[in-house]
């Protein structure tokens, strides 16, 4: 099959280019039971028109802000494309949120109109649906008591789409590039969150070159999507290989990936870091129990993979990968689809060993990096160009450009570029400049002058007391490659030295006292003082110390018992930190690492 020669300037436009150009029945599919359901492009093409029907016929008129709040589906995207088609901005909200945040983002995006994916998430919701003004009209996916179906909403686009037929061809023709498409909060690690406000162009010029320029992948090929869709990352590499013609296969659960991976027999799909650091640690875990000449061969086929060199063409050096991927590496690949893979990971920064191991599997991780205020992409590693640069997150992308202020942070600016906050000029004009750039927050170089480097947030970088700067991100990063970690945090702004709070991985910890036939504590708080269990974390700590500046090691840290979560608040939407919330959930913890009086507080 040709190469699209149709480029979309508006996101609907999409629809004509993959009808013009492909036949596929497998499009979209979603778990239904033990098996999958899937749509067509047609059927993708037929949804989104006669949702933009009933959305018309309902009385919604252009610019009304429609939300979602819905797990991965078809039915997203069909909501997704029908609203832009009817001329309204898609406001796509994470299904994870807690009352209070609902109740803000759906006053200040001035909701019209509410689709819920299923009772669970509807419940979250409904206890502040009566303090939404502007009381919105409400669907339900999959059956909710009380609620309308999204089958009538369906219906009623089905029976007045003649009726609709020209106002929706015309939409196609005068709405422009530059109008707004979606607003998208920000999932956040501090304050409320903030509407970005993206348009057609924004979201064409960033997915267009991702597809023309940077992907190995035709329509051939079947990706696994399970991050959010309401998050930018996930929807632009969703938009990117829909013009690709490549099917999107939804993953029934997190806790189904591995399963629905396996038999789909996916080529790909989009993570963030925490995902590839529990693969990651799966697979240590699995050598572990090996014995013999079967554990020699896993630890040896191991460290070749953790120091893997795409470029080195050494040839003993490649028979040792040859081998090793013969003997063990195929079984990884076995153990996820059976294929080679390409991955990409953005979000957070990512474990350079991590990315050689699986790379060295052929499942090719390919780091990028943006923010929702850019579309998101500013840099990517090119699988096309074989660009694997560990450690950076790539070239940047095609109409983007980016520089290094002064101070380290990272300016870029662009088609990609939002229009700005919704409701919030101030703040716009205080991230982006009077010469037109935007401030990212991020602090990073340029490696070989191209290859684009984060090495931390410019707020979170905390200064000791003795003048010296500490990045807590590459240290907990580092921390949190052992299996014995689930997670950290770094802490001691204007203190003397470094601390850190730590989640340990308790099953990890419970696997361990097996195997060593050690009396497993009967509580969390009994394993966190029991003395081989600090034995490990203390042998693991000094381990990444060794490694540091002697300003950066971690002089005391302290371990808790809890998990942290998206739920229970100190993790972000997509598993960053949130440190504000972190400070103020372990004050005592922290006021006793430092020696604070109780009246203290630790900032």
């Given at each position: 099959m040709e190469p699209n020669t149709l480029i979309p300037t508006r996101i609907f436009d999409i629809l004509e280019v993959i009808s013009a150009q492909y036949e596929k029945p497998d499009f979209f599919a979603r778990r239904d039971g033990e098996g999958w359901k899937t749509y067509s492009i047609q059927d993708y093409v037929n949804y989104s028109h006669v949702i933009a029907s009933a959305l018309l016929e309902l009385g919604f008129e252009k610019g009304d802000k429609i939300v979602t709040i819905m797990r991965n589906r078809p039915a997203w995207n069909f909501l997704d494309m029908g609203i832009m088609l009817a001329g309204m901005i898609h406001v796509p909200v994470y299904p994870t949120l807690n009352p209070d945040e609902y109740k803000y983002i759906l006053n200040h995006c001035d909701c019209k109109c509410i689709v819920f994916g299923q009772d669970?998430?509807?419940?979250?919701?409904?206890?502040?649906?009566?303090?939404?003004?502007?009381?919105?009209?409400?669907y339900a996916i999959d059956p909710i008591e009380g609620i309308t179906p999204s089958s009538e909403l369906v219906e009623i686009g089905k029976k007045n789409f003649e009726k609709w037929r020209s106002v929706i061809e015309d939409n196609k023709k005068n709405i422009q590039p530059d109008d707004v498409a979606t607003i998208i909060y920000t999932s956040g690690t501090t304050g409320r969150s903030k509407g970005v406000m993206l348009t057609h162009k924004n979201i064409c010029s960033n997915f267009l070159p991702l597809a023309l320029e940077f992907q190995l992948l035709d329509y051939h090929a079947k990706m696994?999507?399970?991050?959010?869709?309401?998050?930018?990352?996930?929807?632009?590499?969703?938009?990117?290989?829909?013009?690709?013609?490549?099917?999107?296969?939804?993953?029934?659960?997190?806790?189904?990936?591995?399963?629905?991976?396996?038999?789909?027999?996916?080529?790909?799909?989009?993570?963030?870091?925490?995902?590839?650091e529990m693969m990651y640690d799966k697979i240590q875990a699995a050598g572990k129990n090996l014995k013999g000449i079967k554990k020699w061969i896993f630890d040896w086929a191991f460290r070749i993979a953790t120091v893997y060199d795409y470029d080195n063409n050494n040839p003993l050096y490649k028979l040792k990968y040859e081998i090793a991927?013969?003997?063990?590496?195929?079984?990884?690949?076995?153990?996820?689809?059976?294929?080679?893979?390409?991955?990409?990971?953005?979000?957070?920064?990512?474990?350079?060993?991590?990315?050689?191991?699986?790379?060295?599997?052929?499942?090719?991780?390919?780091?990028?990096?943006?923010?929702?205020?850019?579309?998101?992409?500013?840099?990517?590693?090119?699988?096309?160009?074989?660009?694997?640069?560990?450690?950076?997150?790539?070239?940047?992308?095609?109409?983007?450009?980016?520089k290094i202020a002064d101070d380290g942070e990272i300016l870029t600016k662009g088609p990609c570029l939002m229009k700005g906050y919704y409701k919030d000029e101030a703040y716009t004009r205080e991230v982006i400049d009077e010469d037109g750039w935007f401030h990212t927050g991020d602090i990073g170089t340029f490696v070989e002058g191209r290859y684009l480097k984060i090495t931390d947030r410019k707020k979170e970088v905390f200064k000791l007391s003795l003048g010296k700067f500490v990045s807590p991100q590459v240290v907990e990063?580092?921390?949190?490659?052992?299996?014995?970690?689930?997670?950290?945090?770094?802490?001691?702004?204007?203190?003397?030295?470094?601390?850190?709070?730590?989640?340990?991985?308790?099953?990890?910890?419970?696997?361990?006292?097996?195997?060593?036939?050690?009396?497993?504590?009967?509580?969390?708080?009994?394993?966190?003082?029991?003395?081989?269990?600090?034995?490990?974390i203390n042998k693991e700590v000094a381990d990444v110390n060794k490694t540091l500046a002697d300003h950066e090691q971690i002089k005391r840290y302290r371990l808790i018992t809890d998990e942290w979560s998206t739920e229970s608040g100190e993790l972000s939407q997509t598993l960053k930190l949130k440190r504000k919330v972190i400070y103020q959930k372990y004050d005592a913890l922290c006021r006793e690492i430092y020696n604070y009086d109780k009246k203290d507080t630790i900032e």
């Open positions: 669970a998430i509807y419940k979250r919701v409904a206890g502040i649906l009566p303090e939404v003004e502007q009381h919105p009209v409400i696994l999507s399970f991050l959010p869709l309401c998050h930018v990352y996930e929807r632009i590499v969703n938009y990117h290989y829909q013009f690709m013609g490549v099917s999107h296969y939804y993953a029934g659960s997190l806790a189904t990936i591995g399963k629905d991976m396996h038999d789909m027999k996916a080529d790909g799909f989009c993570a963030v870091p925490r995902v590839f991927d013969k003997l063990v590496y195929s079984k990884w690949r076995e153990n996820l689809s059976g294929k080679e893979m390409t991955v990409v990971s953005g979000g957070s920064s990512i474990s350079g060993k991590i990315i050689r191991l699986f790379t060295a599997a052929k499942v090719r991780v390919y780091e990028g990096y943006g923010l929702t205020e850019t579309s998101p992409v500013i840099a990517v590693n090119n699988p096309r160009a074989h660009i694997i640069k560990v450690g950076c997150v790539g070239v940047i992308l095609p109409g983007v450009e980016c990063t580092k921390l949190r490659e052992s299996s014995y970690i689930d997670n950290v945090m770094v802490i001691g702004e204007n203190e003397k030295f470094a601390s850190a709070i730590i989640v340990p991985s308790f099953e990890k910890m419970n696997d361990e006292f097996k195997k060593r036939h050690i009396a497993i504590p009967k509580t969390r708080e009994e394993y966190i003082i029991h003395p081989h269990f600090v034995d490990i």
